[in-house]
């Protein structure tokens, strides 16, 4: 690091526990930058001030994480219109002084899931979870063609929401809404190619709950996406694999959305394996 060293980061509350760091900083060495990448811990009464420091300090870009992904929309001076459409910011690039709030979850999501060989158009996916990590999901499906989304929600008022939201920017997607209980989900179940579980629950440390403690409703040939990457084997995905779903882990989405990040800020290529086995490692330590 010299007075060259550019800056990026993340802001979310708490942060100690992010990939992010780890992940771009190899990123970083592996392409020969000097670039750095922090983690800033920023309260919600502080965000406006971190904004500030990006613009005031010059930082590149910066990520943003849990709970400010909806608050810092309003802070920006720009927004992409899928973020728009999300309702959601989870990289900001810094244009001369100018912040533009991008989300590339949807991109990440997408990424990793055609990577493993599944193509949404014109198939039927249940999503449980209606937060900020379901909207990105659901758009993004929903931009590839989905045909059919029933969204499930522990709050309905969340998951009638989100399917409004879809229903008035995607007419042509057939979507609905449940309850997160088994006797709601089994019958979209049934119909469906495609399980997207983004809720927090199973995540470390709390590791032995599942957002569904009934499995009768998985079934050989569904495929299931946690988007939980720590654990990378949460106890709903083994119960998945077990059922002889074909399941696929939060690692991907994780990787894709970071390199599309990198790829905003540099304009350079993302070293995918590089990043990829720094989180890898992270989570082995
Ligand atoms: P994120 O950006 O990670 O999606 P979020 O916007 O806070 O975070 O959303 C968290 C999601 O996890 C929501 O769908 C939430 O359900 P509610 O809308 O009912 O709060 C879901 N969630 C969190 N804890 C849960 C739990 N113990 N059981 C079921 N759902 C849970």
Redesign the pocket.
Known sequence: MDARTKLTGIIGYPVEHSFSPAMHNAAFVACGLNWVYLAFAVRKELLADALAGVRGLGLVGINVT??H??EVLPLLDELDPLAARIG?VNTVVNEGGRLKGYNTDAYGFLTSLREEGFDPAGKKAVI????????AVAFGLAGAGLGALVIA???PE??RELAAALKKNIPALQVEWAR?RPEEVAPALREADLLVQ????GMYPKID?S?LEDYSCLRPGLWVYD?VYNPRQTKFLKAARAAGCRTLDGLGMLVHQGAAAFRLWTGLQPPLEVMRQAVVERLGA
């Open positions: 849990v709970p992904k909806e959601a449980l979870g209606a937060g900020g990590a379901a909207r929600n522990r709050s969340r998951a997160l983004t809720t927090s629950v709950v957002p988007l």
